[in-house]
């Protein structure tokens, strides 16, 4: 398993990724028009964030993106980490804790100081995740305005 | 009264303004160095955010600052709003709505489809103040990573 920086090549691969976690998760739903649209500003941005996958032999098995910003608390580059997910014929196989290590390690190396995630509410089993591997829950409650 | 982009020329002020936001604030502590820096950085990079001041006269009286980031479930540019504080001295004067009404302007005219904030989870009138505005809480749960 290596993980790397997304191309456009790889957004059809990961179009399908994003659809099965967006049919998972409360507050969203797939669609698929707007994915790849999403996916290829990321990539063709570097300054805005990095959409990184695992691809094991020429199959993509997960997919993270990291989201560059900037904190006034901080006086520094922060992250912001969105669209994590392992292929469900992929999963238990430690994929996710090896793609969230790299992604870390590409945030720091791009000078965030902090990494900011929302989880889903109702998703138990993935906040243990998101603890176990070194996140905290935040006292802060997020609230939305749509645009649209 | 007035809103506007900040020039570098403002930060000495604004910063004033953060060290008062950050000291209500359950997860943040002001910081009279790391704040400047951070500022900058906005005000030096259009394509990152926009640092919107509120000014009466020569004075600010108010501050807000959008940040751009990018959806892959909307396809489409997206914000986050954050620092946003009016000055003690003037509120209740509806500085804050009309200076929230100048971001959310801002936003769209740049793109983005969706704002998101985090506000204090102990701060019932800030919670009923961005209802008011039209946010809608979100069951997600912040979670934080810090990488210092």
């Known amino acids: 398993m290596r993980t790397e920086a997304a191309f456009s090549s790889d957004i059809t691969a990961l179009n399908e ?73 992929s999963r238990g196989e430690k994929i996710g804790t090896q793609l969230l290590t790299e992604a870390i390690l590409l945030a720091r190396s791009r000078g965030c100081k902090r990494i900011t995630l929302l989880t889903d509410g109702a998703n138990q089993s993935a906040q243990r995740f998101w603890a176990k591997q070194g996140f905290i829950v935040s006292s802060m409650i997020p609230m939305r305005i749509s645009l649209e």
Not at 39 to 58: F, Y
């Open 17 to 89: 990724l994003l659809a099965e976690l967006f049919s998972q998760e409360q507050e969203f739903a797939p669609n698929s028009e707007a994915q790849p649209k999403g996916l290829l500003m990321i990539i063709n941005n570097p300054d805005a964030g990095v959409v990184l996958l695992a691809r094991r032999g020429e199959k993509i098995v997960g997919m993270v993106n990291i989201l560059f910003t900037i904190s006034t608390a901080l006086g520094a580059r922060v992250a912001l980490l969105e669209d994590m997910i392992i292929a469900s014929a």
